[in-house]
């Protein structure tokens, strides 16, 4: 089966083409370093199956960082190479294009975000490239497909090409004569989001312009998930799914184990979605209508930063902040992913160069950056008995975040690593892309996370049931009762939240706490342990001590945080 690499810089939209070739499902983002592995899928090509594989961005031959020592090694594993190029960045590009040609492989070049080219004032000459660089051109944008059957159409019957290698100087050299034969520049007035761009990185406007983007986005995600749960997902529930659930209920009144489990409770004489906690009830209640919808709003919100190009100038403008954490900037993009899911912020740590980068992002990522999951459940538990609760829990996370990262950023030996990071221009986000990426990303939600929501709530109910629960909660009552002010109850919740932190939240609701005990309950749940699945990634990227290392200062952080609030407030 025949090979074929997509290779080109980072952010040239490799993975949109990618998508476009082999319908693989892949989220693509306006922000460099979005494919840190490579990523196969297969076509059919003239009635032949090949494989297609998007390999990470890279500058040059010479890698420079992990992910372009990934795409080096695999340009010895392909039989045809699709050079993706930025058409808006020709002489850049073309670096490597001629490095690609000196490799005696069968190359195509794909002249992507070609629709940006006339947006910009630019002219390429496309045959007089292919001319020039003796090898098939074709002009494509990956978001509409445009081109993309071209490609794929000049695939076939290619030979190989074989340039001699020639000094980095003679290179650009001839990138310079290139460039004066193929493309013309004509003259234009810069647009308002070009002047954005500017304003974006600056220290003054830019923080402005930050605070302003942080502030729209999260009453963006509350105003859309609250419309979605009011007005939509709770009537369905109360009006359809209740007598469905009530009729049921009756029906399996006298098998005391089996209604636990699938009803739950009867609270006063009925079913109440957020305290009964059965498997039709708050099972089904919690990830579908407490959740679903906030998720769904972050990760809209969340997309169209993505492609409008918004994340890498967030992360140069936050840089000097991040140093003061033994980070760079680029790793304020894991933190945010990591809002979403902290799976995506964990798969990101990858980015990062050194291991002890790695270590305080990660420790940093677990600790203090809920996920948007989680952060729906204590907006929704908290925020309809005090909005001031809900500013302590994040002031407290916020805090967390700076005074860890400060400290091991002066106990751990090494310095962080300069920003090295290209910033995409501004472009207008493709709708299409967005709702395939919002789609994408909600669809794996609802697979992930309705399984371990009613796992978790079994779980929980059989332990209630046969006594196990509260034989844990004999055992750790001192820490329960004596430091953190809580119900011997809410082991039931610790236990889960390595499952799925949003369900251990949720579970403190039916529990009946004071507004003290539900916050501080809640700031203990988002320090104490990552989820199983970002457990997992960590423990990969990080290896079994560090993983240990960091596991030991989230539970001392959760113990002393848990309570110190629980002196305090």
Known sequence: MKKILLVGNPNVGK?????????????????????????????????????????????????NCCAEEVAVKMLDQG????????????????????????????????????????HRGISIDVKKLEELLGVPVVSTC????????????????????????????????????????????????HTFLELLEGWSIRPISGFIIGAFVMVVSFFLVRFIGESIINHLLDPLFNNYWLPVVSSLSSIISKFGFLHYIIIGKLINGGIDFGLSFGLLTTGL?????????????????????????YLPRFAVLVDNVMHKLGLHGYAAVGMILGL??????????????????????????SIAVPCMAQIAVIVGLLGARSNKAVMIVFSTLLLLWFIIGYILNKVLKGESIPLMLEIPPYRRPHFGAVVKKLWMRISGFFLTAIPYVLL??????????????????????????NIWGLPSEAISALLVGFIRKDVAVGMLGPMGLTLKQLTVG??????Y?????????????????????????????????????????
């Open 15 to 63: 993975s949109a083409i990618f998508s476009r070739l082999t319908g693989v499902r892949v989220v693509i983002s306006n922000f460099p370093g979005s494919t840190v592995e490579y990523t196969k899928g297969r076509s059919k090509i003239f009635g032949d199956v090949v494989e297609v594989i998007d390999i990470p961005g890279t500058y040059s031959s010479n890698p």
């Open 79 to 118: 039989d045809i190479i699709v050079n993706v190029v930025d058409a808006t960045n020709l002489e850049r590009n073309l670096y490597l294009t001629l490095e690609l040609l000196t490799r005696g492989l069968p190359v195509i070049v794909a002249l992507n975000i070609w629709d940006e080219t006339k």
């Open 142 to 189: 990956g978001l509409t497909g445009e081109g993309i059957r071209e490609v794929a159409l000049k695939m076939k019957n290619l030979k190989p090409v074989k340039r001699s290698d020639i000094s980095d100087e003679e290179r650009w050299v001839e990138i310079g004569n290139i460039i004066k034969e193929v493309q013309r520049l004509h003259h234009r007035h």
């Open 285 to 309: 209640y919690v990830p579908i209508v407490m959740v679903a919808p906030y998720i769904l709003s972050f990760y809209f919100v969340l997309g169209l930063m993505e492609d409008f190009g």
């Open 340 to 365: 979403g899911c902290n799976v995506a912020g964990a798969l990101s740590v990858r980015l990062l160069e050194s291991r002890r980068e790695k270590f305080i992002a990660s420790t940093l990522l």
């Open 456 to 481: 978790g709530v079994f779980l929980v109910n059989v332990s209630y049931f046969f006594g196990v629960i509260d034989f844990f909660a004999r055992i750790f009552s001192p820490v329960l009762k």
């Open 522 to 527: 809640c700031v203990i749940l988002a320090i």
């Open 529 to 569: 342990f990552p989820c199983f699945a970002t457990f997992m990634v960590l423990f990969r990227e990080l290896g079994f001590k560090d993983m240990l290392k960091a596991a030991a200062i989230m539970i001392f952080v959760a113990i002393t945080v848990g309570g110190t609030l629980n002196l305090i407030l």
